[in-house]
């Protein structure tokens, strides 16, 4: 039986990639309206954060929150390994300010490499960010995404093995296994264990259009779709959490409405409901923990 001690405490934050038009103290309010704990601080061109200005616009993001009564911990940054080897100043900054975890660019097979050389050469890049962000302070955390070369459990398992947990971490993401890479619950958290440091919350549905029957791919096509209504079963993958003690980040990955924020907000709402009523349940004495 799982206990509330190890899965409750998991924090939920948002990557608020379609919020971009919101002032730092909007977003702040949006975060409590929506019944989140925190946000992501996001350091992309067109944010409260660039890299260009990380040094001034980081604190300013990080004490405007505070003043809002919300503690950030974790970035969205697309730092690219060669980026982080050949320069560490972004992470000194980032750490100084606060800031524990954060999520790095992918991995990408370069002209002429098979998949295979590719992702040695990442495990091998892999290896010197580890080196960095231990000395640093900071964890690397990678998401599995598809489309990237990186698309499954099992290929961020072996990019991120026998790394030091301190430095290195990983973070699934179940609306874009859904796309590509999808392995069962049971198996997948176990493998990656106690490196598993965020949840990307969103989910996707798979629909048909008959009129295509006669293309390759027969009309079928993946889109998302909010959590309580896609493929994820999110009771296992909570119980399969349980089981190691998860302590992480789930983060908000809104992305069913991107051009509707009020549509998108009523959505996170429910989905913070849905979700927390799961780890309830699942976290309760005879609580359906496999999700049948």
Excluded at 174 to 194: A, M
Excluded at 211 to 233: F, Q, V, Y
Aim: with cysteine; aromatic share 10%; net charge negative.
């Amino acid at each position: 039986m799982l206990t509330a001690a190890s899965l409750m405490k998991a924090i939920f934050s948002i990557f608020p990639k379609f919020f971009d038009t919101l002032s730092i103290e909007e977003l702040a309010a949006l975060v409590r309206e929506v019944g989140l704990d925190t946000v992501n601080m996001v350091v992309r061109d067109g944010y409260w954060v660039t890299e260009a200005d990380l040094a001034v616009a980081a604190p300013a993001f990080v004490k405007a929150m505070a003043t809002a009564g919300i503690h950030v911990h974790f970035c969205a940054a697309g730092f690219s390994a060669q980026q982080m080897i050949e320069d560490e100043t972004p992470l000194k900054i980032l750490a100084d300010n606060g800031i524990t975890a954060f999520r790095m660019g992918y991995f990408f097979a370069e002209d002429g490499e098979t998949p295979a050389v590719a992702m040695d050469r990442a495990r091998g890049e892999m290896e010197e960010v580890a080196t960095i962000c231990g000395r640093i302070g900071i964890k690397a955390v990678y998401q599995v995404h598809h489309g990237m070369l990186i698309a499954s459990p099992s290929a961020v398992f072996y990019l991120t093995r026998d790394l030091p947990e301190e430095a290195v971490g990983v973070m699934l993401d179940p609306g874009n296994q859904g796309f590509e890479g999808f392995e069962e619950w049971y198996r997948s958290v176990p493998l990656i264990g106690t490196r598993l440091r965020a949840i990307g919350v969103k989910d996707v549905t798979i629909t048909r259009n008959p009129s295509e029957h006669d293309k390759p791919a027969k009309g079928w096509k993946h889109e998302w779709a909010p959590i309580d209504e896609g493929l994820t079963n999110w009771h296992a993958l909570c119980h399969a959490l349980g089981q190691i003690n998860f302590d992480g980040t789930f983060i908000w990955m809104p992305f069913v409405e991107p051009e509707d924020q009020a549509a998108n907000i009523r959505i996170i709402k429910r989905e913070v409901a849905y979700l927390r009523g799961i780890l309830a349940e699942v976290t309760s004495p005879g609580g359906d923990a496999f999700g049948q």
